[in-house]
């Protein structure tokens, strides 16, 4: 089943994104965000913030802000799954991590 046949299908009908989240008892994917989302992504060596740059038909880039000013893109499958810690969306990872603890340090001056 392709995404957008499961989107149609989704019982609630609502697209997440944004401060919409919907029925948080089903399960949230990368594909359910909008263009535009931020979210963050656990890198290597820490937590950065990304935000959905474009969506096609079985991926998502990712645009990844990088500490020293830069940014760089990642292609990640709309069935990523999404975990939220209140209203912020995470992108998730297999091992249990505090995103506070090991947040990137950006440039204060931007």
């Known amino acids: 089943m392709s995404f957008a046949n499961f989107r ?8 997440f994104g944004l401060s919409v989240y919907g029925d948080r008892s089903e399960p ?8 535009g989302s931020r979210l963050l992504y656990r890198s290597r060596n820490d937590w950065r913030w990304a935000a959905v740059a474009k969506r096609t038909e079985e ?4 645009t990844v802000t990088s500490p020293k ?4 893109r990642l292609r990640r499958s709309l069935w990523s799954e999404i975990v939220f810690d209140g209203e912020l969306p995470i992108l998730r990872i297999e ?6 603890e090991n947040l990137a340090d950006y440039d204060t001056r931007w």
């Open 95 to 100: 091992n249990e991590e505090d995103w506070r």
């Open 69 to 72: 000013g830069g940014t760089y």
């Open 59 to 62: 991926r998502a880039v990712l």
């Open 8 to 15: 149609k299908w989704r019982p609630s009908g609502i697209p």
């Open 28 to 35: 949230a994917f990368l594909g359910d965000l909008l263009v």
